[in-house]
């Protein structure tokens, strides 16, 4: 069955370090997306992808980067982890642009 | 400026009662309208949605209604059973290039 997984569930890291989050879906969906959420704020989106080589910046893109290299992975970088960006962090990806989501389950980051 | 509004946080209601969820959107190209379930530790998942051409939406025990001149939707749960609490997530699409949500709405069924 196709699906879309998310590694790790759970990550503890320090401020200053750069973490990756992963992504890979195998419903061969072009388009993905990242979101974090956070209490109060609900699900704000981070960056999003509408194929290979197409990377493009959501609300809360500030200190986080992607790169789609190929059609199943979006990996999301922290590029010097804030003990701001602790959160749930989620991954998304759908046949069409604004429609049909199915979303991962989602990865628990905590930096210290 | 947020696009998707869902004004009440939290809401709690009896068991066989009836949940309202209500939502709120400024964006007058939205033109797709869905909602979304969470459960803890859980991504959220796909539970109803309605087009613009349609005023009303069942699937079951859930109804979405849309007023496109108010520009509201609500999410009707009849009758609420204590495995409908979760957080509900409103969004909007359509012609837009991607889905806009809201902040959630925790409901909470009590027996």
């Known amino acids: 069955d196709a699906e879309i997984t998310q590694s790790p569930r759970h990550k503890i890291t320090e401020t200053g370090r750069q973490v990756t989050l992963a992504c890979h879906q195998t419903?061969?969906?072009?388009?993905m997306f990242w979101y974090r959420q956070d209490l109060g704020h609900g699900l704000r989106l981070i960056h999003y992808?509408?194929?290979?080589?197409?990377?493009n910046k959501g609300e809360v893109s500030d200190g986080y980067s992607v790169s789609r290299s190929n059609t199943e992975d979006l990996p999301l970088t922290l590029e010097s982890a804030a003990s701001s960006q602790t959160s749930v962090y989620f991954c998304?990806?759908?046949?069409?642009?604004?429609?049909?989501?199915?979303f991962g389950s989602g990865t628990r980051l905590t930096v210290v | 400026d947020q696009q998707v509004k869902q004004n009440s946080p939290s809401l709690s209601v009896q068991e066989g009662r009836i949940s309202i969820l209500n939502c709120d959107y400024t964006n007058s190209m939205f033109d797709y309208f869905l909602w979304y379930k969470k459960y803890p530790a859980e991504g959220p998942t796909f539970l109803i949605s309605?087009?613009?051409?349609?005023d009303k939406n069942e699937d079951g025990r859930f109804t979405v209604f849309l007023n496109k001149s108010a520009k509201h939707l609500s999410l009707h749960i009849v009758p609420s059973q204590p495995g409908d609490s979760a957080v509900y997530f409103c969004a909007a699409g359509g012609s837009v290039g991607r889905l806009y949500f809201g902040r959630g709405t925790q409901l909470t069924v009590w027996p």
């Open positions: 419903w061969n969906h072009n388009n």
């Open positions: 992808s509408y194929g290979v080589q197409d990377t």
């Open positions: 309605i087009s613009s051409i349609k």
């Open positions: 998304a990806s759908s046949v069409d642009r604004d429609y049909g989501y199915t």
